[in-house]
């Protein structure tokens, strides 16, 4: 499966940005999907995660409350969408794809990756 992320850009704390990573080439109702981030000179971290229905989500402990992950199957879409963003939000983000998931917070648990989208937050 194919990822093409975007969405990203620049914008002060406290705003909003939404999201979004297109998915072709496959069923995209057989992966569950995974939001990552990477900030410079860091590990790439775990942001949020929904099963192959939409029916469950997964969450960093630090995007809790502010961010939400929603699907759209007959899009083929996933989507993040990020509120009150702090300037600690700054990084490199990625969506990601797997068709099984022994652990959601784990990056080696998916198959597919995006291009990711770079998001900056000012304060």
């Known amino acids: 499966v194919q990822l093409q992320a975007c969405g990203g850009g620049l914008v002060q704390a406290g705003g909003s940005l939404r999201l979004s990573c297109a998915a072709s080439g496959r069923t995209f109702s057989n992966y569950a999907m995974g939001w990552f981030r990477q900030a410079p000179g860091t590990e790439r971290e775990f942001v949020a995660a929904?099963?192959?229905?939409?029916?469950?989500?997964y969450y960093a402990d630090s995007v809790k409350g502010r961010f939400t992950i929603s699907r759209d199957n007959p899009k083929n879409t996933v989507y993040l969408r990020m509120n009150s963003l702090k300037p600690e939000d700054t990084a490199v983000y990625f969506c990601?794809?797997?068709?099984?998931?022994?652990?959601?917070?784990?990056?080696?648990?998916?198959?597919?990756w995006g291009q990711g989208t770079q998001v900056t937050v000012s304060s």
């Open positions: 929904t099963s192959w229905s939409g029916g469950s989500s």
């Open positions: 990601a794809a797997a068709p099984t998931v022994r652990d959601w917070l784990k990056s080696s648990s998916y198959n597919y």
